[in-house]
């Protein structure tokens, strides 16, 4: 159960000072009854509530595809910069957050939702979900670099990164699968064999691929399938 302006409020229909007004003012029905207590408890997946003559459809937790663009950051809240919370329109008041991050300058995809338990689990050191990026380099990659990957890139604080696969594309273009997701580990990957990365794009998370329809700066929700997919990683 749930209150019914707490519902509203998530549901986008304005804050929570709005809501309640429009509940007192008689614009809300549950179950075809006028209800004008904002403290009124509802069922959300099964009462039928309305608001100016509108269904209410609440989702409790959403699940979106961001096609990040560059200049953003992953966060909710910035002092500086725009954030990618600052992309999604029509989510107001749910809370949404990004799961993971990317760099300012990095483009693709980014998961956006308000479901923390499947955040900290595709996030968990013990999960290790595959994270899969293209990128554009200058320098030279040579084949003893494959099995220095598949060791472990030792970065420039020393610390060992975990296996990861770098497939070479050519005309110094690859892409590289991580396990993991430390500050700025695809360039100083790349900086620790003496490459430099100038474009770097996140096109796989785990099962999750980037949906190439996406412009930057555009998003969708998952589909069923994708979340099945998403929710099974082990």
Known sequence: MMRLDKLLAHCGYGTRKEVKEFIRKG???VNGEVIRNDDFKVDEINDEIIIADEDVAYERMIYLMLNKPDGYVSATFDNYDPTVIDLIAGYENRNLFPVGRLDKDTV???LITNDGKLAHKLLSPKS??????????EGKFMEVHHQLFKDGVVLDDGYKCMPAEFIDLGNNEGKIIIKEGKYHQVK??????GCRVTYLRRISFGTLNIDESLN????RPLTKEELEELIGIN
């Open 27 to 29: 614009y809300v029905l």
């Open 108 to 110: 693709g995809l980014l």
């Open 128 to 137: 290790h979900v595959d994270k899969t990026y293209y990128l554009k380099y």
């Open 188 to 193: 100083r990957m790349m900086e620790a064999i």
């Open 216 to 219: 930057e700066g555009d998003y």
